[in-house]
Every structure is written in C-alpha cells, then in structure tokens.
C-alpha cells in the first residue's frame, strides 16, 4: 500500500460510532456533536483535513490509520497517499 | 450438488468481513455467501441515523461494497434466499428454494430477527420495525406524510427513531413498559437524564406503559395503552428487541441456547462450522463469561477472526465491544457488559456540574464495563481497563473522582 499522507474525516457522513476511536485513540477522539476529530500537535483537535506528519501521534503506523478507516460503519474516514490519490475506501 | 470451500451464512458485516478475510488468506478457494435480503453488503448501522432517514446524505453511501466487488474477489452473492436446514454430518446446508449447498468449512453469520407484536392490530399498514434496508425504505416514505408518531421501546433504536422524527418536524410520543428510559441496564439517575434530553427536545414520553391494541382502518390510527387511553398516530415504530433464528439449524446437533455456542475461537461443538455476529453465543476471554452482543464492532471483528481460524489459525477472540449513539444534544456510550447480575459494582463517576454521568461496572474487583453520558473521551482508556483487566479494588474512590485521570491506571 502507498504511504498514507493526509487523513480526511467527513463530517456528515460520520455517526460517531467510535471505531476509529477505539482503533487508533492516539488519533481519534469524538467531540461534543459526537463526530470524529483527529487529534494534532500541541494538543489541537481539528475536524479537517489532516497531513500525518501533523498528528500528535505522527509515528502512528499507516496499518493503525487503515484498520481505523475500514472499521468505520459509514466510511467517513478518507485516507490519502503522498501523490494526493485516495488510498481508502 | 454444488460444494463450496468456504461457506457464510449471512451477508452483513460478519459474513462479510469473514469473506473478505478468508480472501486475503486463500485466494482461490471457493466462497459463497447466502443472504436472505436481496443485497450487497450495506451499513446497517446508518439505518438508525437521522442523516440517512433524512436524506442528509445519499442513499448510495448505505452500500459499503460494490456490485463489483464480489465478482472481482470471486465471492458468490447467493442474495435473497434463506437456509432452512443443515445437515452437519453430511456437510450441507439448505436452503428455502430447495436447493443444497455442500461445505468444508461453515460460518454461521446468520444475524437477528425483531421481535414483533402479537397484540391486536399488529398488522396493520405504517407499523415498521427497523433492522434491515427494506424496513428503513419504508420508513424513509412513510415519514414524508406523517404528523404523529409513536415510538415504543426505549434503547438505541427508540432513541435513535425519536431524534429522526423529531428532526422531520413529527409529534413523537415515546411509551416505554419500564420506569425509565433504558432500565434495567441504566440506573434511575441515568435514565431520567435520557429523558429529560427527548423531552428538551419535544418528545412526550410515557413510562410504565404498554400499547394494548394498534387500531385504524388498514392502516394504523393510533393504539390504545394499558389504560385505555388513546394514542392518535399516522405511524408506529417498534423497537422491542431482537432474538436468532436458530430453527433451521434444529436437529444438526449444534449446541444453541439464545444464540449458537461458540468457544473463544468461535468454533461450534460441530467440526468444521463457526458462528460470529449478532447470532454467536461466544465464551468471552475477557469477561470470562458466555455472552451474545448485537452490535457493529463486535460483528466486524468477530467475521474476521471466525475467517481466519476457518482457514486454519487458532486465534482467540478479544474485543472489549462498545456502542455508542447521540442525538438530543447528549451521547450516550455503553462498553463491555453492562448487564446488570449479582455480584456486580457500580461506581459512579458524575462531573460536579451534572453534565457527565458515568457508572463504571465491577466484578470480582476488576472493570467489565461501563455506560457514559456525554463521557465519550473516557471511552478508550475504560475499554483498555476492561481489556487489561487489573484489579481495581483499592482504586474505587479514583473511579469515582471525575477529575482523576484514569490513563494513569493503565
């Protein structure tokens, strides 16, 4: 699988399931709507769109990012590789 | 007859994800799945979600699977037809258009079924449980015309129905045949603080009450409670639990009680068949106990490690499951076994200011599960507790003090 650059939550489509949460929590957490949001450096929350070098947890294994992503029960979580193309789902 | 390597019972999330696996694992031995809905693998847990009744978000985002996906991973999709009989000795499965299947291997992904009425006019026409797409389609229409709805049966599907009607602009009336919202597995506390939130939020709620009789013409007026009152509805939806078919596997000698049995690796007393999801009766390692959950996560990951073992692993089963739900500008999370039994704890965990409500659940000094409302951040590191397992007995005033961190426990 390509490197996993940026990492992409869509908020409407997220229910707040909490798989990825429960998946990969040095990652996810869900805040007060109840919708992921993914945790940065510095101890910022952001509901955007995200680059892996960003993430508080930037050693975080790019398996870690896709198992997250494919447990979620509305595929809310996008994930993509350095050349900008989708990588799941 | 026709005899498949790997054979799945059940085209949800567990079957699913089993087939998918067992892909990954055998990439040329036969698959087949039977589904008895006449569809590709869809997101089951969005049919509950406001956004999709709602038509926030495209219907097409209900489909997790292409049409394509099945044929480029040479899996058969046997959609639309039901098992009716399996024979573990001769290794074969039936199903309800006569035809046989042989197997070598069988994973029973089965599922759950809604429990119906049988009260008098159970029949009649905008009456809708919710568990499979084609409920949520009608559902979906019918909400487009209604004024007044009723919701009976309080737990994820109640609230969950509440937050959609409400937010389609319906007069909703909750009745609920328990004191309170979610009892017995909520505590008053808890569950009045639910209730408070559905009554913010316009629902009227009626506890310790049942509907007698749904009345109308063909299609339901209204129903009529314990104490003859009359309800005026233009629909009703009904949440009041599930139950596993499990008549069909009657006489193949596989052990079942509310669910098939399962060891820790998911494997039945019968050679050769497995069971996951929502119809497993499995032996938790964590809980140390037999439990049966309906839930996503749990269905998901039990496919994957019932595929594996299928194809020759030895893996226990671990998963401390989880669920959780928001709407009425609360959340509510529930972890592990949450089932109230003897010689159990419950330590509550309360913000001062009241916003939070935590009950965390002790067994033999150790965490076994908790329910959060408006807790979500707590979630993880409570189902790492869980998971680890160590003993909390001198730990309990810092499980109840809402300001202690409890990643420090880990």
Redesign the interface.
């Known amino acids: 699988m390509a490197k996993i650059k940026k990492i992409v939550v869509d908020r409407?489509?997220c229910?707040?399931?909490?798989?990825c949460?429960?998946t990969a929590?040095t990652v996810f957490?869900?805040d007060a709507?109840?919708k992921a949001i993914i945790k940065l450096k510095g101890g910022v929350k952001s509901a955007e769109p995200a680059e892996k070098g960003t993430l508080e947890d930037e050693a975080v294994s790019d398996d870690t990012l896709l198992t997250a992503a494919q447990?979620c029960?509305?595929?809310a979580i996008f994930l993509y590789d350095e050349d900008g193309k989708q990588v799941y789902p | 007859m026709e005899k498949i390597k790997y054979l799945i019972i059940g085209g949800g999330v567990a079957g699913t994800t089993a087939a998918e696996t067992i892909r990954q694992q055998d990439p040329t031995g036969s698959c087949a799945i039977v589904s008895d809905e006449p569809y590709r693998l869809y997101s089951r847990i969005m049919l509950s979600k406001p956004n999709f009744f709602l038509e926030k978000i495209p219907f097409d985002q209900i489909w997790l699977k292409s049409a394509d996906w099945y044929t480029q991973n040479n899996i058969m999709l046997i959609a639309g037809k039901r098992a009716t009989a399996l024979d573990t000795k001769a290794k074969t499965v039936t199903l309800d258009d006569g035809a046989s299947i042989a197997y070598d291997k069988l994973l029973i992904a089965a599922g759950s079924c809604v429990r119906k009425w049988d009260i008098k006019g159970a029949d009649k026409q905008n009456i809708f449980y919710l568990r499979a797409l084609d409920d949520a389609k009608q559902i979906i229409a019918k909400v487009k015309t209604t004024k007044r709805a009723i919701v009976v049966g309080g737990g994820f599907v109640g609230f969950e129905m509440c937050d959609m009607l409400r937010l389609a602009g319906i007069d909703v009336t909750l009745v609920i045949r328990e004191p309170h919202f979610w009892d017995p597995l909520l505590d008053e506390l808890s569950g009045k603080r639910i209730e408070a939130a559905l009554e913010r939020g316009g629902v009227k709620i009626l506890c310790n009450s049942l509907v007698t009789e749904a009345v109308g013409g063909d299609a339901v007026q209204g129903a009529i409670l314990h104490n003859d009152s009359v309800l005026p509805a233009d629909m009703i939806v009904v949440g009041i639990g599930t139950y596993c078919p499990l008549d069909w596997t009657a006489g193949s000698g596989i052990t079942t009680n509310r669910g098939i049995i399962t060891d820790e690796y998911l494997t039945t007393n019968a050679s050769d068949v497995w069971a996951a999801g929502d119809g497993a009766e499995f032996n938790d390692v964590i809980l140390g106990e037999q439990i049966q959950l309906g839930n996503w996560a749990n269905a998901q990951m039990q496919g994957r490690i019932a595929a594996r073992n299928m194809c020759g692993a030895h893996e226990q089963f671990r998963l401390v499951s989880f669920y959780v739900t928001g709407g009425f500008g609360i959340t509510i999370a529930f972890a592990g076994d949450i089932r109230p039994a003897e010689g159990r704890e419950i330590v509550a965990r309360n913000a001062a200011d009241g916003n939070s409500l935590s009950r965390i659940i002790l067994k033999n000094g150790k965490i076994i599960g908790a329910t959060m409302i408006n807790n979500t951040k707590e979630l993880a590191v409570i189902t790492k507790l869980i998971e680890k397992g160590a003993p909390m007995e001198h730990n309990r005033d810092k499980l109840s003090d809402p300001l202690f961190d409890l990643k420090t426990l880990l």
């Open positions: 409407n489509l229910i707040g399931a909490a798989s949460v429960l929590d957490e869900l709507e109840n447990s029960p509305t595929r």
